[in-house]
């Protein structure tokens, strides 16, 4: 091996070490990937700024409200099947876009929120003695308790996010 080899080696094992030791110091954790271990606040963050539920949310259940009083049983029917639909969707779509695994603390919290939201609505149907009940008032109580609880505003604005795209007001059309 000659001198120039051996000082492009050195060079270049140099620089390995150095971007290692940058990347590694400056490489964030995502929080919310990380396996649940059952604590939320150890995962929280410092200001609390995400409102839950958000005036977009709170905004879109008062437009579904509206629609769905005034829309027939078979387009209430319609509406809750795309709500159901859409919430699934957008779940998914955080999951995939994140790399989420089935313990990560993230995937875990998101599954609490649907989980409530379904149950309320159930809850809803089975008093109502109806398939076809309007999601919003679940909704919105589901994001309440899931706002006390959570502490990451990454994870609120998901939660608000997945709530308020299900609850667009011409959703049943995309079933249609």
Request: aromatic share 10%.
């Amino acid at each position: 091996m000659n001198k120039l080899t051996g000082k492009f080696l050195k060079g270049t094992a140099a620089a390995a070490i150095l971007l290692l030791y940058v990347s590694g110091a400056c490489a964030q954790v995502d929080r919310l990937g990380e396996p649940t271990d059952g604590s939320v606040s150890a995962l929280g963050e410092n200001a609390i700024v995400v409102d839950v539920p958000s005036e977009e949310v709170v905004r879109r259940a008062a437009e579904l409200d509206e629609f769905y009083a005034a829309a027939d049983e078979e387009t209430k029917l319609l509406i809750s099947k795309a709500f159901a639909e859409r919430v699934k969707e957008r779940f998914d779509l955080y999951v995939k876009l994140h790399y989420w695994k089935e313990d990560s603390w993230g995937k875990c919290e998101l599954e609490k929120l649907l989980d409530s939201v379904n149950k309320k609505i159930e809850l809803q149907a089975y008093r109502a003695k109806t398939e076809a009940v309007c999601p919003t008032d679940a909704c919105i109580c589901a994001l309440n308790e899931f706002g006390e609880a959570i502490n990451s505003n990454e994870l609120r604005f998901y939660g608000n996010e997945l709530i308020a795209y299900a609850l667009r007001c011409d959703l049943y059309e995309d079933i249609k």
